[in-house]
């Protein structure tokens, strides 16, 4: 394997490296509860037609403490960048496959997982009384509460343009799957629109709307829980 440096190193950016080792591999260098993500690439690679990157090897370095996952290398270009140089394809060809997906984000703090989405929800209310307690958490706590039951599916989490990468006018890889795993079927389309860059041709177009089930009651409910925890 050649040297990782920052000469190889794919995207400047991104909190978490990825790497260029070879013709063929990417090493992406993360937290060791991380490496999971390769769980969740593998599954998605077995179980759907989702483009997503072959995974060579996962590994926790002991030397570093760090995380590795090698897998294969795919060109393109990620759609942000696309956006950013407003040379996005007016049409990105997406093969129809909903992306939706029961554990908590790392920034909640690891909560989970969860055998029902009842208890999913509590999760939220837990995390909100976390940061604070008040009348309006009370109020959010209803709101949660009183939210319908959902079918529990495999979640990207991360769904954004920077997270999508395209060759032409075709998705030819959904990246970063750290965040993945089993949530309510509304998860992923609030996710993708937490803290979104309104100005951008991804929101003005209303690329989110066209690529996923739109939750606006959902969305519009835990607006408040974001707020409150974050």
Known sequence: MSVLTDKNRLVKDELIPVYRVDDRTVAKLTDPHRVAEAEALRLVRAKTSIPVPEVYAA????????????????????????????????????????????????????????????????????????????????????????????????????FSPRNILIRGDKVVAILDWEMAGFYPAYWEYIKAMYHPDWQSGWIKNGAVEKILRPYHLEHAVLLHMQEIVF
């Open 59 to 158: 590994y926790t370095d002991t030397k570093t403490n760090r995380g590795v996952i090698l897998m294969e290398y795919i060109e393109g270009q990620v759609l942000r960048d696309s956006y950013a140089r407003s040379t996005a394809p007016s049409s990105v060809l997406f093969d129809g496959t909903y992306c939706e997906d029961p554990v908590f984000c790392a920034e909640l703090g690891g909560f989970g997982p969860y055998k029902t989405e009842a208890e999913f929800n509590e999760g939220l209310i837990r995390a909100m009384n976390l940061s604070q307690k008040n009348t309006w958490v009370d109020h959010a706590t209803r709101l949660v509460r009183a939210l319908p039951k959902h079918k529990i599916v495999l979640t990207h989490a991360d």
